[in-house]
């Protein structure tokens, strides 16, 4: 398997900044509303990895989604370089989702009915890339997470490394500007997952992509640029 | 402990009301459709009995003639001469009561002095009032009784008149009195009657000095023959019971078939209960696998997912039962006009909801739940504790099951065509054969998914790429959901190409015979057409016609139902020799020359019911004893089942005392047109006489009206079938989808627009009502033969060509996919409408 150390300089850095402004958002419960994220406001560098800790719960994965544009805030701001997230409609925020965020979950989500190739190929033919561009492309993908053997194999034959690493593939292939990960060790062992996020990091700096990655794992948090934490949906900056 | 599993089902099914409400549906329309269509066969049989109990009262043996009726001279004989005091004289036969709007009522004329031990509400006994001077009806002339019910529907009142029309005349007639009956079974017996005294009875129907039959109360064989031998020839002695039972028998066939279809429908309900009890276990695995090791036991399991199925069973089953009721007060409508239409006039006709009915409808309800429960719930305690299975390896089973799977469906599809080419005639053994086709066939769809999608996926892929290649693998991945909703579409699609190809091979098979048999230009018929004796034309009338400027020539027919050892027949005489105009299936020597001679030809249903071969007598009892008459020929007739012994007009003169013609055809000379003329005699005669003219185009279109009346009830159990399959689709689609609500949030995370995701689902469901539309044709076209030429000729003795024609395929294959795409429009509106952040986070 590579390391992430094999992939430096491979792809040119092309990472933007991702700014939130005094995001808040909100659940009700039982007619009291409950804060998961508190005017939270940041600034990730682009071409930065960034790490996120905080306990299960602490609104880590809502703060990505709100990146990712899959949620929306009650209130505050997301900006992607110079895109308002926060801004655009529920399919302005798809396409733009589709073109330029690449995102890793904890349980992989590999789509079933598609192989491993053709999960790495999903965005970049979603986005309108012809074929057989997004096969070869798919291919070299697969080749750097050292899965170029197993590109017709379904997910449900792979391990939990192996589908990780498809995922990984599959964030990185249609070369977005920002990695989002959502606990991409979470579902792992301690050895797949230090791997795995090795691979991560290794990519993400190598391609110069902007990665946010939130985990309750203080193992990544050595590797990261920056680490914020997540408490009481305030976010606050242990290292930076 | 099973307690506290139901408390868990609760729970459950309240978080899933839409899928419970679909479980619901699918037991619901089963039971309904059944219960249904049981309520109007046994509503329709109950009318026949109360319209011949009507008629009939306590009367055991009737003393019955050919068409001419019984000189009453013969009563006064048995009554005086032979001290026969049980005994009463009877002339009835059908009016069309214009005050009623046409209603065709049976009037019932009587000896009020004879009457006590017969039609008890006659002598004021079996919970009936008279209400009036009854005794008017004795000494006035031109006066009748009627019920108070009828009355009172109508406004009627002691002391008005009615108007009654029979054949060509119009008779008024002055009510004195009403019978105000106090129990339902009276009530109902009285609800199509007019009784009148027997001289205004032959009054009203011109028959001065006739009686049509003689009812009698006798309990010894020894009495019964004694009066046997008295009675001049022609006559006969005949048991009430079995005339009812006769009758009875008719109408047996067209009610099995209407049951066959009805079970269809529980068998399509079937499916979807199946399928979506099956979700309840799939959404279920992880929990089951918790309770597993938790220490609950595999019996413990089954008995829950049972359990669980028939409370809701019984939920489903009192709706169903419910809704039953209410569709078969609609279909009583339709299961008795078709019987007026074809067999017996009901004067009665009333829905009867019996217990039975009820009963049948809630075992059949919980038998079902039941059924399609346990393979569920066997599935159910497969699941390993704690380790959930994983839909993969289920689905992996499923796809190592497919060989045996076609195994099966090829066995139970032979054993299935069989039973059918079994050279029998039992009802029973042809729709046996059906089920097992059914089945057999519902077996291959897993191996037809598989076999049919690969082109469809490429197909798919290249039209919508991606999205296409997600969705046409999403059906063959979930084979184990997918298949079953197929094969429920499938069966449904079948029965509605098997339906349409035999009542459109039907239908035109009778345009054709119509084309051939209506020869002349203009018909003339009596109003009613229920083919009675005293419902004519008399010879006046046909010379009448025979000078108007115009007329080429006439020839007239008499249909006269008559009561023989046979049961139930019309016989037929013609002065046209029908030689020369009938399709026949075997003849014997010049049928023409033979004819002429005396011999008859009987139509096909009739020699189906009994052995007629080449040289065979017919016994028909005439007004001169009972004669045999050799049988030339079998002939194509699809005008009833209820046989038909045609003769020419000499021949039936000879034998019968009857000289009066049911209709007449006019050929008209060149340069005639038709519907002028028959307009022309409609405005020339219809002040004075009461006439049916009808250009031959207007009697082929009539015919045609009535044919399509017979088989309403058909299409729409056939529609009920189509709507059950889809509903289950839908639901087998909403699971479907719910169980990919991860999958459809990691689409959307990754990029998948909500139009891209919409027109997916869509797409996906239009390809499984495509797949089920396309594998239903073959299904289709074989139960269509199998409908022609073994279950019709079985239940009617009808055979007729058998004609497909490629739009009812291709309808049947647009509607299916129609069907697909409806039910996917639902589950693509709610996944749309999701948040993917929702639909992510059910991890």
Redesign the interface.
């Known amino acids: 398997m590579n390391t992430g150390n094999d992939l430096v300089g491979v792809v040119a850095a092309s990472g933007v900044a991702v700014q939130l402004d005094r995001l808040t958002k909100t659940y009700e419960e039982g007619g009291a509303r409950h804060f998961i994220l508190r005017q939270a406001s940041v600034r990730f560098e682009g071409g930065r990895c960034t790490v996120i800790l905080g306990r299960s719960g602490s609104g880590k994965s809502t703060l990505l989604n709100l990146v990712s544009g899959i949620d929306v805030p009650d209130e505050g701001r997301v900006t992607v370089g110079d895109t308002v997230l926060t801004g655009l409609g529920e399919q302005a925020r798809t396409l733009f989702r589709r073109d330029r965020i690449g995102i890793v979950f904890q349980f992989f989500n590999l789509i079933p009915t598609l192989n491993v190739l053709e999960n790495v190929m999903l965005p970049q033919e979603l986005a309108g890339m012809g074929s057989r561009q997004a096969r070869d492309r798919a291919r070299d993908w697969l080749s750097r997470v050292s899965l170029a053997e197993r590109e017709r194999a379904m997910p449900d034959r792979l391990s939990g490394g192996e589908q990780q690493r498809v995922a990984i593939a599959r964030a990185l292939a249609h070369d977005p500007d920002v990695i989002l990960a959502d606990e991409p060790t979470g579902n792992l062992d301690a050895q797949t997952g230090q791997q795995v996020l090795d691979l991560l990091m290794a990519l993400a700096r190598a391609s110069g992509k902007t990665l946010i990655m939130a985990t309750h794992s203080l193992e990544a948090a050595p590797l990261a640029d920056a680490v914020y934490t997540v408490r009481d949906g305030r976010l606050e900056p242990a290292r930076s | 402990m099973i307690l506290r599993l139901l408390r868990l089902s609760l729970r459950y099914l309240v978080h899933h009301r839409l899928q419970c409400a679909l479980l619901l549906l699918g037991i619901a329309l089963g039971v309904a459709v059944v219960v249904a269509i049981d309520i109007a066969n046994d509503s329709a049989r109950r009318s026949l009995e109360l319209t011949v109990e009507s008629l009939g009262g306590a009367a055991t043996h009737r003393i019955v003639a050919g068409p001419g009726g019984i000189e009453d001279a013969v009563y006064r004989h048995l009554r005086v001469d032979l001290g026969l005091t049980d005994c009463a004289p009877v002339l009835d036969d059908y009016v069309s009561c214009l005050t009623f709007h046409g209603r065709m009522m049976r009037l019932l004329g009587i000896d009020p002095f004879a009457e006590g031990p017969f039609r008890r509400y006659l002598a004021g006994k079996g919970g009936v009032t008279p209400v009036g001077d009854l005794t008017r009806l004795l000494t006035t002339p031109e006066t009748v009784l009627l019920s108070a019910d009828l009355a009172k529907r109508y406004h009627v009142r002691s002391g008005d008149f009615l108007n009654v029309q029979r054949g060509s005349r119009i008779v008024r007639l002055c009510v004195v009195g009403l019978l105000d009956a106090h129990d339902d079974l009276t009530r109902r017996a009285l609800s199509g009657l007019l009784i009148a005294d027997i001289s205004t009875a032959q009054e009203v129907f011109s028959q001065p000095h006739r009686i049509s039959s003689i009812d009698l109360v006798v309990h010894s064989r020894a009495r019964c023959d004694q009066i046997r031998r008295e009675l001049p020839p022609g006559l006969r002695v005949e048991s009430v019971n079995r005339r009812a039972s006769a009758l009875e028998q008719l109408t047996d066939s067209f009610e099995s078939n209407l049951q066959a279809v009805s079970l269809l429908t529980l068998v399509v309900g079937i499916f979807l209960v199946y399928n979506t009890v099956t979700f309840f276990v799939v959404q279920r695995r992880s929990l089951i696998g918790i309770l597993r090791a938790l220490g609950v036991t595999r019996q413990q399991i089954f008995s829950w997912i049972v359990l669980e199925t028939l409370v809701l069973g019984v939920l489903g089953t009192t709706c169903g039962l419910l809704l039953g009721v209410l569709l078969g007060r609609a279909a009583v409508g339709l299961v008795t006009r078709t019987i007026n239409d074809l067999y017996f006039v009901l004067t009665v006709t009333d829905t009867r909801i019996s217990t039975q009915s009820l009963l049948k409808g809630t075992i059949v309800g919980l038998a079902a739940s039941l059924l399609s429960a346990l393979v569920p719930a066997w599935e159910a305690t497969m699941v390993a504790p704690v380790g959930v299975l ?3 390896t289920l689905e992996g089973r499923v796809q190592r099951a497919v060989p045996w799977l076609t195994l099966a469906g090829v066995g139970g599809t032979a054993a299935g065509w069989t039973l059918l080419l079994l050279p029998s005639r039992s009802m029973e053994l042809a729709f046996g054969g059906l089920t097992l086709e059914f089945v057999g066939v519902a077996l291959l769809v897993p191996l037809a998914v598989v076999v049919v999608m690969r082109p469809l996926a490429w197909l798919a892929t290249r039209l919508f ?2 999205v296409g ?2 969705a046409a ?2 059906v063959v ?1 979930s084979l184990s959901r997918t298949a079953v909703a197929v094969a429920a579409l499938m069966v449904a699609i079948s029965v509605i190409i098997g339906i349409d190809v035999m009542v459109g091979s039907f239908r035109q098979t009778v345009v054709d015979w119509l084309g051939t048999v209506l020869a002349a230009d203009v018909y003339v018929t009596t109003p009613s057409g229920t083919a009675s004796r005293y419902d004519s034309f008399d010879v006046a009338t046909v010379e009448a016609l025979r000078r108007l400027p115009g007329v080429r020539s006439v020839d007239t027919a008499r249909n006269v139902r008559m009561e023989t050892r046979y049961g139930m027949l019309f016989v037929f005489a013609v002065t046209d020799n029908p030689s020369r105009t009938r399709r026949f299936l075997w003849t014997e020597g010049d049928v023409g020359k033979r004819l002429q001679q005396g011999a008859v030809i009987v139509s096909q249903p009739f020699a189906w019911r009994h052995p007629v071969r080449p040289g065979s007598v017919l016994e028909l009892p005439t007004d001169h004893g009972v004669h045999s008459f050799p049988v030339v020929g079998v002939y194509y007739d699809y005008g009833t089942e209820a046989g038909i012994v045609t003769m020419l007009a000499p021949v039936y003169h000879r034998w019968w005392n009857d000289r009066e013609v049911s209709s007449i055809a006019l050929r008209l000379s060149h340069g005639v047109d038709p519907d002028v003329f028959a307009a022309m005699l409609r405005r020339r005669l219809g002040g004075r006489m009461a006439f049916e003219v009808m250009s031959n185009r207007g009697l082929r279109k009539s015919a045609i009206e009535v044919f399509d009346r017979t088989f309403a009830i058909t299409s729409a159990l056939r529609g009920l079938v189509t709507f059950v399959a889809v509903i289950g689709l839908l639901g087998t689609l909403m699971a479907l989808q719910l169980e990919r609500r ?2 459809i ?12 995701l919409a027109a997916g689902i869509v797409l996906e469901t239009g390809m499984l009502g495509f797949l089920a539309g396309l594998l239903a044709l073959l299904p289709g076209w074989a139960l269509a033969w199998a409908l022609v030429f073994v279950v019709n000729p079985r239940s009617f003795g009808w055979t007729f060509a058998f004609l497909p024609h490629p739009w009812q395929f291709v309808s049947a294959l647009l509607l299916a996919t129609a069907a697909g795409v409806l039910a996917g429009v639902y589950p693509a509106w709610r996944f749309s409408r999701m ?3 929702e639909a ?1 986070r059910v ?1």
């Open positions: 994983r839909r993969s790429g991606i290649r997600i693998r999403n991945r991860r999958e949030g990691t689409l959307r995370a990754v990029g998948v627009t909500v139009r891209q948040r993917p952040a992510l991890e």
